[in-house]
C-alpha cells in the first residue's frame, strides 16, 4: 500500500493557491522523500516564495529541523531541513504533523474561539496537538502529544513503536485494518461499506475503535482541562461511524466539571489542514522579530 506526499502553495491568509501529488513506498529511505520534497517545492515555486514548511509524523526536533523518531516511517535522527535548504535556497522549517494541523485549526479553523483546547487526529496514527493560553504545547523536546503511543492495555497486541496495547493499535488504521483481515473484507473501505449497509461486525469495529478512541480523549480531558476537543485526521470520513462511542466515552468517564462544558467539535480544514499548518510555520516564522526565533 503506498503513501502519498501532499504539496501546496499557501497564501498568508491560509487558502491553497495550487498543488502537487506524488506517491511514495511505505518506509522510504530519507533521500527519497528529501529528493520528492525538493521536486514539489521547485513545481510550486512562484515568486515571493517565503520558504517551505513541512509537516511529517513522529518527534520532531524544529529548532534543528530534524525527525529525531517516526514509528510510521522507520525513521531515527533523519535531517531533513539543512539539505533541503542547500538544495532550495530557502528557509525550511519542519514541524510534527499533528501540531501543523492544530496550528493551521487554530489559526484558521475549528480551533479559532478557544485558547485552550486538543487537536485529535485519526488515522495511520492517533496523534494530538494541545494549545494551551494560545500557544502550541510542544514539551521540553518537542514530543508533546503523542497520545497514540498512551499505553490502553499493556497485554494489548504490539505497536509499531515496540510496546504492546497502544492507543493507536485500538483506534487507527491499524486496528481498522486488522480487523478488516479477520472479517475478510478486502480493506477498510469495503469494511466501511458493509458498516453503512447495517453488516453488525463492521459496526461493532467502528464503535470498538470510538471507544478507544474515547479513552485517550477522555484521559486527555481529565489532565489538559481543555475548553474543546477539535476532532480531524484522515479517517473523519468514516466519523459518523466512531463519533458517537467516541463522544459518549468522553462525556460519561471525564470529571464532570471538566466534561460538563466540552466542546467536541469537527476539525474545518480537513487534509489541507495539514498543508495550511505547514505553510502558516513558515509564515510565523518570517515576521517573527530576530530576539523570537523559537517556533511556538
Known amino acids: 500500500e503506498g503513501t502519498l506526499l501532499r504539496a501546496a ?3 498568508l491568509a491560509g487558502e491553497v493557491r495550487a498543488r502537487y501529488e506524488e506517491g511514495f513506498d511505505p518506509s522510504p529511505k530519507p533521500s527519497k522523500i528529501i529528493s520528492l520534497v525538493e521536486k514539489a517545492a521547485k513545481r510550486l515555486n512562484a515568486e515571493r516564495i517565503l520558504g517551505v514548511g513541512i509537516s511529517i509524523s513522529g518527534f520532531v526536533d524544529t529548532i534543528n529541523g530534524i525527525d529525531i523518531y517516526s514509528p510510521i516511517l522507520g525513521w531515527e535522527n533523519v535531517d531533513l531541513a539543512e539539505p533541503l535548504e ?13 501540531n501543523a494541523l492544530t496550528l493551521a485549526e487554530h489559526w484558521h ?7 485552550n483546547f486538543v487537536c485529535m487526529t485519526v488515522g495511520e496514527g492517533v496523534g494530538a496537538g494541545v494549545v494551551v493560553d494560545g500557544s502550541l504545547y510542544r514539551g521540553a523536546f518537542g514530543g508533546a502529544g503523542e497520545v497514540g503511543h498512551m499505553m490502553i492495555d499493556p497485554s494489548g497486541p504490539k505497536c509499531r513503536c515496540g510496546e504492546n496495547g497502544c492507543l493507536d493499535v485500538f483506534a487507527s488504521d491499524q486496528y481498522l485494518r486488522r480487523e478488516a483481515t479477520r472479517l475478510a473484507y478486502a480493506d477498510i473501505d469495503r469494511m466501511e461499506q458493509a458498516a453503512r449497509a447495517g453488516d453488525a461486525q463492521a459496526i461493532d469495529v467502528f464503535e470498538k475503535m470510538g471507544y478507544y478512541l474515547g479513552i485517550g480523549a477522555k484521559n486527555l480531558v481529565n489532565l489538559l482541562n481543555p475548553q474543546a476537543i477539535v476532532l480531524g485526521g484522515e479517517r473523519m470520513e468514516a466519523s ?57
Open 240 to 296: 459518523d461511524l466512531f463519533s458517537p462511542a467516541f463522544e459518549a466515552e468522553v462525556r460519561e468517564h471525564s470529571f464532570a466539571e471538566a466534561a460538563k462544558d466540552l466542546e467536541i467539535v469537527p476539525a474545518l480544514l480537513g487534509e489541507d489542514g495539514f498543508l495550511i499548518g505547514a505553510a502558516t510555520i513558515v509564515a510565523a516564522e518570517f515576521f517573527r522579530l530576530p530576539t523570537e526565533r523559537t517556533l511556538g
Open 9 to 11: 502553495r499557501v497564501n
Open 109 to 115: 479553523g475549528a480551533g479559532a474561539d478557544y485558547r
Open 86 to 98: 542547500d538544495r532550495l535556497d530557502l528557509p525550511v522549517h519542519l514541524e510534527n504533523d499533528v
